[in-house]
């Protein structure tokens, strides 16, 4: 049997010395943004943040010749920067997104992308209207283990998708004492997001019908937040599963199935380290390794597709208006964890995380 290629690697700019860009936010995530931009190429040239000495640190470490300012409208108000990156908090962001665009500037916005669907529709609306890009670092799309599961459906290697399952084992207890243990949903939003947009990405064009989700605390649990999770998406003619226990500190696992008419692709590693698929058929099976890591190849994927994007005059893969189908997704869930009834994605507007 014919080992098929896989197109999933993340693709550059192709001129990558003609993006100016100004990240706003210099927290902890930001050293993979601008990781990311400096992998491709790209200069980074003022960065902003109202802790100052924050990006300064971070002007220091990766872009020493960018400018920084404390406050975001100053970077805005530069003429030679054409893109900009919002990785401050989501509380915040949406207000932010709206000066860049007022701006005139396209705009990376770090996920999630909003707590509310309708402030989502209208920062889409108001961008397409401004003739400006939005996109949404959905950087778990180009996580080998997801991006080479989405290429394989994307290239019929499955045909008609079936069904897709995820369950993983994993040790989330490092968000104890920190703002992330506050989160009413830390499992089944902040972290399954990203499995919930591969659900979105791996059937396409169709439509949820119903999720049913759970999120309840172990026993002898010490953390505020539930920490074990599952959700059913039914679309009707096909059904995902995902399968979260955040509990353990064993031996984390990932695995993930997806079955299709005509073949099925398998893959089990520790959690995000999937360093292969296993592709079988009629003909047999054979591995499909994979390259890179989801830290940093992600971000560089995102930011990859969203400048090569605004080079070809096209929608990015990663829009606003497409990730607010898999925060639809998202919602769903966590409505139905809360109420224990399922619920159908779009009819639930916010996310309390």
Same mark, same amino acid.
């Given at each position: 049997?014919?080992?098929?290629?896989?197109?999933?690697?993340?693709?550059?700019?192709?001129?990558?010395?003609?993006?100016?860009?100004?990240?706003?936010?210099?927290?902890?995530?930001?050293?993979?943004?601008?990781?990311?931009?400096?992998?491709?190429?790209? @200069?980074?040239?003022?960065?902003?943040?109202? @802790?100052?000495?924050?990006?300064? &640190?971070?002007?220091?470490?990766?872009?020493? #010749?960018?400018?920084?300012?404390?406050?975001?409208?100053?970077?805005?108000? +530069?003429?030679?920067?054409?893109?900009?990156?919002?990785? #401050?908090?989501?509380?915040?962001?949406?207000?932010?997104?709206?000066?860049?665009?007022?701006?005139?500037?396209?705009?990376?916005?770090?996920?999630?992308?909003?707590?509310?669907?309708?402030?989502? +529709?209208?920062?889409?609306?108001?961008?397409?209207?401004?003739?400006?890009?939005?996109?949404?670092?959905?950087?778990?799309?180009?996580?080998?283990?997801?991006?080479?599961?989405?290429?394989?459906?994307?290239?019929?290697?499955?045909?008609?998708?079936?069904?897709?399952?995820? &369950?993983?084992?994993?040790?989330?207890?490092?968000?104890?004492?920190?703002?992330?243990?506050?989160?009413?949903?830390?499992?089944?939003?902040?972290?399954?997001?990203?499995?919930?947009?591969?659900? =979105?990405?791996?059937?396409?064009?169709?439509?949820?019908?119903?999720?049913?989700?759970?999120?309840?605390?172990?026993?002898?649990?010490?953390?505020?937040?539930?920490?074990?999770?599952?959700?059913?998406?039914?679309?009707?003619?096909?059904?995902? #599963?995902?399968?979260?226990?955040?509990?353990?500190?064993?031996?984390? +696992?990932?695995?993930?199935?997806?079955?299709?008419?005509?073949?099925?692709? =398998?893959?089990?590693?520790?959690?995000?380290?999937?360093?292969?698929?296993?592709?079988?058929?009629?003909?047999?099976?054979?591995?499909?390794?994979?390259?890179?890591?989801?830290?940093?190849?992600?971000?560089?994927? #995102?930011?990859?597709?969203?400048?090569?994007?605004?080079?070809?005059?096209?929608?990015?893969?990663?829009?606003? &208006? @497409?990730?607010?189908? &898999?925060?639809?997704?998202?919602?769903?869930?966590?409505?139905?964890?809360?109420?224990?009834?399922?619920?159908?994605?779009?009819?639930?507007?916010?996310? +309390?995380?």
């Amino acid at each position: 049997m014919r080992i098929p290629k896989l197109d999933y690697l993340p693709r550059g700019p192709r001129r990558p010395k003609n993006h100016r860009i100004g990240l706003i936010g210099c927290g902890g995530i930001s050293q993979y943004h601008l990781q990311a931009a400096q992998a491709l190429g790209v @200069n980074v040239v003022a960065l902003a943040d109202v @802790n100052i000495a924050a990006a300064e &640190s971070r002007r220091d470490e990766y872009f020493p #010749t960018a400018d920084v300012y404390s406050s975001h409208h100053d970077l805005l108000a +530069r003429d030679d920067i054409q893109v900009v990156e919002i990785a #401050t908090h989501t509380a915040i962001r949406g207000a932010q997104i709206k000066d860049a665009l007022k701006a005139g500037k396209h705009v990376l916005s770090q996920k999630p992308f909003t707590f509310d669907i309708r402030e989502g +529709r209208k920062l889409a609306a108001y961008a397409k209207r401004r003739g400006l890009q939005l996109g949404i670092n959905q950087n778990g799309r180009w996580a080998p283990q997801f991006a080479g599961l989405i290429a394989a459906v994307r290239q019929g290697l499955l045909g008609d998708v079936y069904t897709l399952d995820f &369950s993983l084992a994993w040790d989330h207890t490092w968000v104890r004492g920190s703002a992330f243990e506050q989160l009413h949903h830390l499992i089944l939003s902040d972290f399954a997001i990203h499995w919930f947009d591969a659900v =979105r990405c791996v059937f396409g064009e169709r439509k949820p019908k119903l999720v049913f989700a759970n999120a309840v605390k172990a026993i002898g649990q010490d953390m505020k937040q539930p920490m074990l999770g599952n959700a059913v998406v039914n679309f009707g003619d096909g059904l995902s #599963t995902l399968s979260f226990s955040a509990y353990e500190t064993h031996a984390p +696992r990932e695995y993930l199935c997806c079955v299709g008419s005509k073949g099925t692709i =398998r893959g089990a590693a520790d959690v995000a380290r999937i360093t292969e698929l296993e592709y079988s058929n009629a003909k047999g099976t054979v591995k499909l390794p994979l390259q890179g890591t989801w830290f940093p190849d992600g971000f560089r994927g #995102t930011l990859g597709e969203f400048l090569r994007a605004i080079e070809e005059g096209r929608e990015s893969s990663i829009s606003a &208006s @497409n990730n607010l189908r &898999s925060l639809e997704l998202c919602f769903a869930a966590l409505e139905s964890a809360d109420t224990g009834k399922p619920v159908k994605p779009g009819t639930v507007l916010t996310g +309390r995380l």
